[in-house]
Nanobody, 122 residues
Framework: QVQLVESGGGLVQAGGSLRLSCVASGRTNRNYAMGWFRRTPENDRIFVAAINYDGSYTYYSDSVKGRFTISRDNRKTTVFLQMNDLTPEDSAVYFC???????????????WGQGTQVTVSS
């Protein structure tokens, strides 16, 4: 089992930035890819970004490409999502997820965090 805890959400004005963090604990001795998803009242969880176990490959949805950056620390237990140039359409609950498959376009994840709210005001 892998436990994931997100932090860093909050309220920001349009054009601003936020940095989300996700700390993994538990069975972290295996290499796993990590991803970020977001959910709004209108939509189920939608893929945002993913990163492989050592940070050498990343994968983004078209809606955030060029504005968001996913990264992970050297110990590979924390993943970050730097979000720049935020718009009200980015408002959502953001979830961190982990999986053992390193094929990033595969959006099936085994472990999920509880989410952190991001609200972007216009």
């Amino acid at each position: 089992q892998v436990q994931l805890v997100e932090s860093g959400g909050g309220l920001v004005q349009a054009g601003g930035s936020l940095r989300l963090s996700c700390v993994a604990s538990g069975r972290t001795n295996r290499n796993y890819a990590m991803g970020w998803f977001r959910r709004t009242p209108e939509n189920d969880r939608i893929f945002v970004a993913a990163i492989n176990y050592d940070g050498s490959y990343t994968y983004y949805s078209d809606s955030v490409k060029g504005r968001f950056t996913i990264s992970r620390d050297n110990r590979k237990t924390t993943v970050f999502l730097q979000m720049n140039d935020l718009t009200p359409e980015d408002s959502a609950v953001y979830f961190c997820a982990a999986k053992y498959s390193q094929f990033l376009p595969d959006l099936s994840y085994a472990y999920w965090g509880q989410g952190t709210q991001v609200t972007v005001s216009s």
